[in-house]
């Protein structure tokens, strides 16, 4: 009996800790749901950047957050604190194919759906007064010249409002938003626009040699780094360029370990930053450490938060990530989950989004495929006629050329 209740008592030390993360979270602002649209469209723009570095081949991404307590995530408003479910939903695809032996033809499919509700649910919200549930839709088409190593993409961009509680600013559905890619190489840039407004710009360098694109698997230039710098535009009528983001990625060890670090100027500074470790360069599972500074400091100091997260093939579980800072409503405090998956596929090989190798079974196979491949070389071995009887049991694939021997006409001098 002594046995049972030490082993009751132990378990329940180890539940305590996330009870009481779950109980303690803060509340998320009102403010951060009227900024949903503009932080999906950017997140949006990021992934499809990131899947057009091949430019063909295949990607799916399917997930869902879930928080299983009304106290996790309570919705802050004028009228004080309510418990309820924030929510996101996301799914995305993108498939190409050959129109010639150079050329691919694909199409890309981004949504997400996304809000605050009083009630947990998966597809009919409650819609009182203080929910808020909106989507966000990215379409478009791609081209990719494979010997030139080129893509072009482009499409529209949608911002749906399904339903907006009294509680908020009002919105409306944009219908509005076009976007642009052009990658040549190692570079790229992004746009997207309002109308024929700038909203931003984004130009990136990903200069990291990987394998599944063609590159190397180890060396130095597999430590080149990757940097992308976005310029925001937050004036309605022209662009003035009202704050720029810089984001550099570097490969600290072996394709497995990476550091990244976010600035943004002229006034901002410091954004955010990570340490993530990927077991095996596909990035099927990941390990992260982050930071984030706020927009707001305590006694002259920068008020940062620290987190991290855990990912695997179908599930995430995280605590005060900068990614779910940034694109689950500011959330921190509390524990996330998010059932998730994503693969992506270039040549027949799998792997996951920004992966540098394909997964480990692809890698196997294809070693298992070269271990029996001939020995380099030309793959000819020449006899004289004299070795034409020579045995070919070695089980070596053998081509007898024939040298000296002549042709003569036959018959009298010229018929």
């Known amino acids: 009996m002594g046995m049972q209740m030490r082993k009751v008592v132990k378990r329940a030390l180890c539940i305590l800790p996330m009870a009481f993360g779950l109980s303690v979270a803060d509340a998320v602002p009102l403010a951060a749901f009227s900024e949903t649209g503009s932080h999906s469209r950017d997140q949006q723009l990021l992934e499809i950047r990131d899947v057009m570095r091949g430019g063909r081949g295949g990607f799916l991404d399917l997930g869902f957050n879930y928080t299983p307590l009304a106290s996790q995530l309570p919705l802050e408003s004028p009228y004080g604190e309510h418990e309820g479910y924030a929510f996101r939903q996301h799914v995305a695809g993108f498939g190409s194919g050959a129109v010639t032996r150079q050329s691919q033809l694909g199409a890309l499919l981004w949504f997400e759906r996304s809000g605050w509700d009083g009630e947990d649910f998966f597809v009919y919200p409650k819609y009182n007064a203080f929910s808020h549930v909106a989507s966000t839709t990215t379409w478009g088409l791609t081209y990719t010249h494979i010997k030139h190593d080129v893509t072009f993409a482009g499409g529209m961009q949608h911002y749906n409002v399904e339903h907006v509680g009294d509680v908020y600013p009002e919105e409306s559905d944009s219908l509005l938003y076009s976007w ?7 570079f790229s840039v992004q746009g997207n ?7 931003f710009l984004r130009l990136s360098l990903d200069l990291e040699s990987r ?11 597999t430590y080149l780094p990757n940097i992308d710098l976005t310029v925001y535009n937050k004036s309605a009528d022209k ?3 009202d704050t720029y983001r810089m984001n550099w990625e570097q490969n600290l060890y072996g394709q497995i370990l990476y550091a990244e670090v976010s600035y943004d100027f002229p006034d901002d500074g410091f954004h955010s930053a990570a340490l993530k470790y990927y077991p095996d360069a596909s990035r099927m599972v990941a390990f992260e450490a982050t930071c984030i500074r706020r927009n707001k400091k305590i006694d002259g100091t920068d008020d940062l938060l620290w987190g991290g997260g855990i990912e695997f093939p179908f599930v995430r579980f995280a605590y005060n990530s900068s990614y779910d800072y940034e694109n689950f409503f500011h959330a921190k405090g509390t524990f996330i989950v998010e059932f998730q998956f994503n693969l992506a596929s270039i040549d027949g090989f799998l792997f996951a989004r920004g992966g540098t190798r394909s997964a480990p079974l692809e890698t196997i196979k294809v070693e298992k495929k070269n271990k029996d491949l001939p020995p380099e070389g030309d793959g000819l071995i020449h006899l004289n006629p004299s070795d034409a009887s020579t045995s070919v049991g070695s089980g070596k694939t053998k081509t007898l050329e024939a040298t000296g021997i002549r042709y003569e006409k036959s018959g009298n001098g010229g018929n």
Not at 180 to 186: K, S
Not at 211 to 221: A, F, H, R, T
């Open 180 to 186: 642009a890619h052009l990658r040549w190489n190692h």
């Open 193 to 199: 626009f309002y109308r024929s407004n700038v909203r």
């Open 211 to 221: 394998l599944v694109y063609g590159g190397y698997s180890k060396g130095l230039l």
């Open 239 to 241: 662009f003035s360029a």
